[in-house]
């Protein structure tokens, strides 16, 4: 298994291949206590929170009825907007990845479950379950991995259309679900003639009739349901879109791209085995800590190493995993990735920046100024300076 990036000592130099299936084992014993031990303790967590959600956005958009008045708009701007967090993330993400399909509740259930997002169900599965899942970060073959308008490696060939990446990556934080549903369509495939125009009209017209429904329910059902209210409900409702938006792409990018998780090139797979998938999981994931609250509003994906080892395992235990997780990583010499939720956006925001660059200028600019000094000439450039100060310079 080759690590992509540039690294002056490969990471799992050290593991042979004996070490490498022992660890396989090791994680295949965790994966069976858990599904051994599933039952009516997390069968009720997740009808709880299921309740909770559908209450809460319930509540909310019966307070933007009232909204034209401000304290109404901001309390159901707010619900609303941490309903549609918690659909996405630990409902949605979560049951159509099959994590309570063992429950054989056909409400709760990946065949049936569809989401409060752009891109339908079918769509998403394929493209995140089945490819994502599959060959985490591989670079050319996870298109999760940068989502195919960001170079993510040193490796990869630098164009000057890449300079512009912190600004897709910024528009694509403010409109992922339709960022999602484009790249779950593979336009890129669809424009450079490799995907079948019939299939794409077919998988296009359902995107558009998802979008259509959403932006039914969100921009015309609900504002004309509250009369007088009816534009600062639109608002509200762009504006927790906005919300949701932004936080998932977020939570996606702490835990897909802060410095120090791997990535790794398409021979690396070849003839891979159980415990080389478990390795590369590890190595091309990373945490992100925080309380419960924080864990729950991440669909528990604040645990991303977890869920990238044992992806249909409830995810409600994998901060019951995540100790034996660790202890792997340090009995096997491996780095585990782990950090705030700022310290790890910033880190992925960091690393969106210097690879936009070409790789010797990306060194330069990596190591010419620390982050105080940027600060501070940031700052100096931003304050006035006096006119005489000026002509003396």
Not at 122 to 127: I, R, T, V, Y
Not at 201 to 229: M, N, W
């Amino acid at each position: 298994m080759t690590v992509m990036q540039h690294k002056t000592k490969n990471p799992i130099a050290h593991l042979s291949e004996e070490d490498i299936t022992s660890l396989g084992a090791e994680l295949d014993a965790i994966r069976a206590e858990i599904v051994n031990s599933r039952g009516e303790d997390d069968a009720a967590y997740i009808r709880r929170v299921i309740d909770a959600q559908r209450k809460l956005e319930l509540v909310s958009r019966a307070v933007l009825l009232f909204s034209l008045f401000p304290p109404a708009w901001v309390a159901g701007t707010a619900g609303l907007s941490v309903a549609k967090i918690l659909e996405n993330m630990e409902i949605g993400h979560n049951v159509m990845h099959g994590q309570w399909d063992w429950m054989r509740d056909p409400k709760i259930h990946s065949t049936t479950w569809e989401w409060d997002n752009a891109s339908p169900a079918a769509l998403w599965k394929h493209s995140h379950n089945e490819l994502h899942h599959t060959y985490t970060n591989v670079i050319g073959k996870d298109n999760d991995l940068g989502y195919g308008i960001m170079r993510v490696d040193e490796d990869q060939r630098w164009v000057p259309f890449y300079l512009a990446q912190p600004l897709w990556n910024l528009l694509n934080a403010c409109f992922f679900e339709y960022g999602i549903a484009a790249y779950d369509l593979e336009l890129g495939k669809y424009f450079t003639g490799r995907k079948d125009k019939n299939k794409f009209r077919e998988q296009g017209k359902k995107v558009v009739t998802k979008i259509r429904k959403q932006a039914t329910r969100d921009y015309v059902v609900h504002p004309l349901l509250s009369g007088p209210s009816a534009l600062t409900t639109l608002t509200a409702n762009a504006t927790a879109n906005l919300v949701r938006n932004l936080w998932t792409h977020s939570v996606i990018m702490c835990g897909h791209f802060p410095e120090g998780v791997q990535t790794f090139e398409k021979a690396s797979i070849d003839g891979e085995t159980r415990g080389e998938w478990y390795l590369r999981q590890m190595l091309g994931s990373a945490n992100i800590t925080g309380s419960k609250l924080m864990h729950l509003m991440t669909g528990n994906l604040s645990f991303q190493i977890e869920h990238h080892l044992f992806p249909d395992l409830p995810s409600n235990r994998y901060q019951e995993i995540a100790p034996k997780v660790q202890e792997l990583f340090q009995r096997y010499g491996l780095t585990h990735t782990s950090g705030s939720l700022p310290h790890q956006g910033g880190s992925a925001w960091k690393k969106v920046i210097r690879l936009s660059l070409p790789n010797g200028l990306a060194d330069k600019a990596k190591s010419a100024l620390t982050p105080r000094q940027a600060v501070a000439v940031v700052t100096q450039l931003s304050t006035p300076t006096p006119a005489s100060e000026r002509t003396a310079a």
